[in-house]
């Protein structure tokens, strides 16, 4: 399944704007978005779904891969293994703090994990800004909604 950068940049955010601003972040080869929702249930528990999206990007333009990663040049599998890192981590502060997160398929066929905490937590944060330090790997935070 194929989509430019535009497309996919317009399914998630929606602006011009917005488009130009992911497009101009991705690095050519391999790249990571993480996406941050939070969601508040109509029980009042606040959850945060964070979606993986794996790039791959040409000059011709930018497919989102929903395969596994095929593996790249040294640069790219070093993003890989500090991803990994971030998520023992994570993984490891959220035993720790007694936080249940479950991984999840997103719209099907994207990877995602669903933390039972609120977007604005400690962990949560964290987790964000050990993702958005590792090159090649962008993350967007998206206010809280209401559940449908």
Known sequence: MKQTTASTAEVKCGTDKNKMRTASKLK???NW?????????????R???VVEYML?????????????????RAYEDAAVEAISDAFRDFVWAAREEGVAWQEVR?????????IDAPIDSEIVKALAAALAAINRVTVEMKMAEEAQ
């Open 28 to 30: 050519r080869g391999w």
């Open 33 to 45: 978005e993480y996406s941050f929702c939070g969601k508040t249930l109509p029980d009042g528990t």
């Open 47 to 49: 959850r945060t779904l």
């Open 56 to 72: 791959h990007h040409r000059a011709s333009g930018t497919d989102v891969i929903i395969s596994n990663y095929p593996g790249g």
């Open 106 to 114: 997103h719209r099907h066929y994207l990877t995602g994990w669903l």
